[in-house]
């Protein structure tokens, strides 16, 4: 589990594509400090799982799952990405409940100032939308932000200086793609006000119970 605070911008060193799967290199600092073989780091947002790492950098595979619900298959050599490790159990929890596990993504409409402050307007599906509500969480990118804004075909975040500036979304422009992570407490609760849905038909009744001499 991740909380969307981002510990440090890395960078991509090396993408290696084989068929639907590929593995990428990241060149790091803070997040290695304490890194081992199977620790889960978020990279723009997508939990990842390091499986080799040595000096600057760590490397993590990347299955066809991963490339078709999120940005990850753009990545190249020298593209800017924001990591954070997995939540430590005792520490804070500066953010809200992050997965790492992407929903879908979203592209950049509109940026525009607005005092110390930016907006950005993100247009995405339907199907997203659905979950993403007024000053609710939303994950950009991995970043834990609060959603100022919804309408039909997108929705807007405000963000401070302070975010922008240790993340990677200072420079995102009109027409980029981002990873979105909705609120996953909204996903559950759909579920469970559903469970007929997906529970069998019993086929007990008065009658069977009768035929069988219960009654």
């Known amino acids: ?46 939990c990842l799982t390091v499986t080799e790492f040595g000096g600057d950098t760590f490397r993590a595979d990347v299955m066809n799952e991963t490339l078709s619900r999120s940005s990850l298959g753009s990545f190249s050599a020298g593209s800017p990405v924001n990591l954070e490790r997995a939540m430590a159990a005792g520490g804070r929890f500066g953010g809200h409940i992050v997965s790492g596990h992407i929903d879908g993504t979203g592209t950049v409409a509109d940026i525009k100032n607005d005092g110390i402050a930016v907006w950005y307007t993100v247009s995405t599906a339907p199907h997203l939308l659905r979950y993403i509500v007024e000053k609710g969480s939303i994950a950009i990118d991995g970043i834990s932000l609060t959603v100022a804004r919804v309408t039909d075909t997108s929705f807007s975040v405000s963000v401070i200086p302070h975010t922008a500036s240790q993340t990677i979304l200072s420079a995102k422009k009109a027409g980029d793609t981002v990873n979105l992570e909705t609120d ?32």
């Open 184 to 215: 996953i407490i909204g996903k559950y609760v759909e579920k469970l006000m559903k469970p007929a849905d997906a529970a069998p038909q019993s086929s007990l009744s008065m009658e069977m119970l009768a035929d069988c001499g219960f009654i």
């Open 1 to 46: 589990m991740f909380t969307g605070i981002i510990e440090e911008v890395g960078t991509v060193k090396r993408v290696q594509r084989s068929g639907n799967s590929s593995f990428i290199e990241i060149q790091a600092r803070k997040v290695l400090e304490d890194v081992h073989q199977g620790d889960s780091i978020a990279v723009n947002g997508v």
